[in-house]
C-alpha cells in the first residue's frame, strides 16, 4: 500500500488498512478526523514525530478520549507504532494509549496489554518507563502485571525504570487490585535495600498502605534533599519534580506533607525553596490545617533573593488575604516593596512580582497599590487581562494574575482616582472587530465598586445596544439610584434588546436604579422559562411579595429544574415571596460536598441563601460539618479556592447564629 500524501512512499507494515477507515466521518477534539492519517504517518519521520504524537493527543485525547470516534479508529495504529522501533516519540505513544484505554471498555485493555506488557523489554528506557507506567493503570490481570513488574525491576539496569516499577506496584496496591497485597508491600519494603531509590520506596509502601502513622520530617527532608532524582526521573529534572511527587505519596500524611516542605523552603537552594513553596501552596489550597504557620512561613519570604520564590510566596500571601497579614504583620510593606519588581521567573512577560504585589496589595485594601493600578487600566487592564482567573480544578496552585476587574474591583475607596481610566475605556465601547470583552471586564469592575462608580454611568448606557449591554446594565444596577439618569435607557433596553439576557438584566437594574417593580414584574416571569431561569428567579426574590402571581412557577422550578443552581435560586425566591414552606436544596448540596463527593458550584449561593432566610433543619448538622472541617470546602483550585471556602464557612456560621470561622 502506498501512502496517501506522502509522495508515494510505502506506509510501513504497522499501518497497513490506514486509508481503508473512514476518518473523513470521524470527529476529534477539533472537529474532523481527516488529517489523523497523515499524523500517525509522520511518527515515521524523524523530523515531525514527536510534533505528531503531540499533535495527536490534543486531537485524540483533549479533555478525555472517549468521546471521540477518532480516537477508537487510531487505537490500533498507535500500538502498532508503539511497539514499532523504527517509528519516533514512542515513549509519548505508550502513554497517549494509556489514557485512551483508561477511558475505553475493559475490553479495550485485553487487546492492548500483551502489546504493552512486551514493551517492558524494549531496548528504550523511555519506552519502558512509560510502559511500567501505563500497565499498572488495568483493573484486568493485576496479579500478572504485578509479576511482570518486579521480574522487570529485577533485570532492570537504569534506576529510572525500578524506580517507575516501585510506583506502579505502589498504584497497584493502593487500588486494591491485588490478590495478595501482602506480598506487594513486603516486595515494596525490599526494594527499599536499592540504595539508589532512597526514599522512594519507603514513600512508596506508606503511598500503598495508606499510611497515617508520623513521620520524622526532618530526617526525611535531608533524605529528599541528598536523593538524586535526576537519576530517578532519567533524566535532569526539576525540584519542582521532585518535591511534587514526595508530597504525593504523602498524600495520607499531610501533616509530614506539610512539614518536610516546610523544611525545604529554608533550604539553600533557591529552585528547592521554589519548589517548596509551590508545594505549600497546593498544601494550603487543599487544606486549612496549620495555615496561620504556613503563611507565616511563605510571608517571611516574600522577599527571598530567588525571583521565583518571590513571586510564589507574594501570590500565596496575596490570594490568602486576610490570613497571611494576620500571620505577618509587614505583610503590606514587604509587598509595597516589591512594585516596582519586574521579575517573571519564567512565568511570561506579564506575572511580573510587582504586579503579583499590587494585587496582594489590593486585597488587603491598601492604596499604595492605585499608582500601579491606574497604569494598567490606562493600558486595557495589561498586565492583569480582562478574564476571570483562578478556576482550576480543586487542589490545584496556578500562579498566574487575575482580571483587572478582579484587582481594582477590591478598591470602591479608590474610584475617584481610578474612574478616568475606566470611563475613558468603556467611551470607547466595542469597536467593530473588536472583541466585547474589554469593555465587559471594565463594567463588572463598577459593578463591584458599586454607588462609587456613578461617575461611569453615561459610559455604560452607551453600551446597552453592544455586546457588553448585559454587564452595563448590571453595572447601572450595582450603582443603584446614584445612576437614576439611565433609567430611561434601561427601560428601553429591557423592552426592546435582541438579547434576552440584556432584556433581564435591564429590566433588573431599571427597579435598581427607580425603585419601580412594574417593568421588572413585567419581563422577568417570562424569563423563568428560558435559560436566563436563575438571574430572573433570583430578581424577582429580590422585589419579595410583589411576585407572589409567580409563586407556582418558582415553586415547580425549585423541586424539577434540572440545573441545580435554577433549583436553588428559586428555592431562595419561594422563600422571599411567600409564607409556605421551603423546598430543602442546600442539604443534599452539603452532603455532596462533605461526604467526598465533588462539591458543587452552586453550594455557595446556597448556603447564602439560608443564612438569609433560615436552614431547614436537616441542614443543620452538615452546617455544623463544615465549619468543623479543615478541608478547604471548594469546587475549584487556584487563589479563589481560599475565597470561596471562606465565604461559605462565614454563611454557613451565619446560618446557624454562629460567630464567623
Not at 176 to 201: G, H
Not at 623 to 646: I, K, M, Q, S, Y
Request: proline content about 7%.
Amino acid at each position: 500500500m502506498t501512502a496517501a500524501g506522502d509522495g508515494g512512499r510505502p506506509d510501513p507494515p504497522a499501518l497497513a488498512g490506514l486509508d481503508d477507515v473512514p476518518w473523513g466521518r470521524r470527529r476529534h477534539a477539533y472537529g474532523s478526523a481527516r488529517q489523523v492519517p497523515d499524523l500517525l504517518r509522520g511518527l515515521w519521520d524523524p523530523e515531525r514525530a514527536e510534533q505528531c504524537a503531540d499533535d495527536l493527543l490534543m486531537s485524540l485525547y483533549h479533555q478525555g478520549g472517549v468521546r471521540y470516534s477518532a480516537a477508537e479508529a487510531a487505537l490500533p495504529f498507535l500500538v502498532r507504532a508503539a511497539v514499532a522501533p523504527e517509528a519516533g516519540a514512542r515513549h509519548d505513544l505508550v502513554h497517549l494509549i494509556g489514557d485512551l484505554a483508561s477511558e475505553a471498555p475493559a475490553d479495550a485493555w485485553r487487546t492492548l496489554l500483551p502489546a504493552l506488557l512486551g514493551l517492558l523489554d524494549d531496548d528504550d528506557v523511555r519506552v519502558r518507563a512509560a510502559a511500567v507506567d501505563v500497565v499498572a493503570r488495568t483493573a484486568l490481570d493485576a496479579d500478572a502485571v504485578a509479576a511482570a513488574l518486579t521480574a522487570r525491576f529485577d533485570a532492570e539496569p537504569e534506576v529510572v525504570v525500578r524506580a517507575h516499577a516501585v510506583r506502579a506496584v505502589a498504584e497497584l496496591v493502593r487500588a486494591d487490585r491485588l490478590s495478595a497485597p501482602k506480598d506487594a508491600v513486603a516486595w515494596l519494603a525490599t526494594a527499599a535495600a536499592d540504595p539508589s531509590l532512597a526514599p522512594l520506596p519507603e514513600l512508596a509502601r506508606r503511598y500503598a498502605t495508606r499510611d497515617t502513622s508520623a513521620v520524622d520530617a526532618a530526617a526525611l527532608a535531608a533524605r529528599v534533599r541528598s536523593a538524586d532524582w535526576s537519576a530517578v526521573e532519567g533524566e535532569p529534572t526539576t525540584w519542582r519534580h521532585a518535591v511534587s511527587t514526595v508530597a504525593g505519596l504523602l498524600c495520607d500524611a499531610p501533616a509530614a506533607r506539610r512539614d518536610v516542605a516546610a523544611r525545604l523552603l529554608a533550604d539553600a537552594s533557591g529552585e528547592v525553596r521554589a519548589a517548596a513553596a509551590r508545594e505549600l501552596a497546593v498544601a494550603l489550597v487543599t487544606s486549612r490545617a496549620g495555615q496561620a504557620e504556613l503563611a507565616a512561613r511563605l510571608a517571611a519570604r516574600v522577599r527571598d533573593p530567588e525571583p521565583e520564590v518571590r513571586l510564589v510566596c507574594a501570590h500565596v500571601c496575596a490570594a490568602l488575604r486576610e490570613v497571611a497579614a494576620g500571620a505577618a504583620a509587614g505583610l503590606a510593606d514587604d509587598l509595597a516593596a516589591l512594585l516596582d519588581d519586574p521579575s517573571t521567573a519564567g512565568h511570561g512577560r506579564r506575572t511580573t512580582v510587582a504586579a503579583v504585589a499590587a494585587w496582594g496589595l489590593a486585597r488587603l485594601g491598601d492604596p499604595r497599590c492605585v499608582p500601579f493600578l491606574r497604569r494598567a487600566l490606562e493600558r486595557d487592564g495589561a498586565p492583569y487581562g480582562v478574564f476571570f482567573s483562578g478556576y482550576y480544578d480543586a487542589g490545584a496552585y496556578v500562579v498566574e494574575l487575575p482580571g483587572v476587574h478582579e484587582v481594582a474591583g477590591l478598591l470602591p475607596g479608590s474610584a475617584a482616582e481610578l474612574l478616568p481610566a475606566v470611563v475613558a475605556r468603556l467611551e470607547r465601547g466595542v469597536e467593530r472587530g473588536e472583541s466585547h470583552h474589554p469593555a465587559r471586564a471594565y463594567a463588572q469592575l463598577v459593578t463591584a465598586w458599586g454607588p462609587a462608580g456613578a461617575p461611569a454611568a453615561g459610559a455604560l448606557v452607551a453600551l446597552l445596544p453592544t455586546g457588553a449591554g448585559e454587564w452595563a446594565a448590571e453595572a447601572l444596577g450595582a450603582v443603584g439610584p446614584a445612576a437614576a439618569e439611565a433609567g430611561p435607557a434601561l427601560a428601553t433596553a429591557a423592552r426592546r434588546a435582541r438579547d434576552r439576557g440584556v432584556r433581564v438584566a435591564a429590566a433588573a437594574a431599571h427597579r435598581a436604579v427607580t425603585g419601580d417593580d412594574a417593568l421588572a414584574l413585567a419581563v422577568l416571569p417570562p424569563a423563568l422559562r428560558t435559560i436566563h431561569a436563575e438571574t430572573a428567579a433570583r430578581q424577582l426574590a429580590a422585589i419579595g411579595p410583589a411576585a407572589r402571581p409567580h409563586l407556582g412557577r418558582l415553586r415547580r422550578l425549585s423541586v424539577r429544574a434540572s440545573d441545580p443552581r435554577v433549583r436553588v435560586a428559586a428555592a431562595y425566591a419561594v422563600a422571599r415571596i411567600g409564607d409556605e414552606p421551603v423546598p430543602d436544596v442546600v442539604t443534599g448540596l452539603l452532603r455532596d460536598a462533605l461526604d467526598g463527593a465533588d462539591v458543587h458550584p452552586v453550594l455557595a449561593e446556597a448556603v447564602h441563601d439560608v443564612a438569609d432566610v433560615g436552614p431547614p433543619p436537616a441542614a443543620r448538622p452538615w452546617l455544623e460539618a463544615l465549619l468543623a472541617t479543615d478541608r478547604r470546602v471548594t469546587p475549584r483550585g487556584g487563589w479563589n479556592a481560599f475565597d470561596w471556602d471562606a465565604t461559605v464557612r462565614r454563611d454557613a456560621a451565619r446560618a446557624l447564629g454562629a460567630p464567623g470561622p
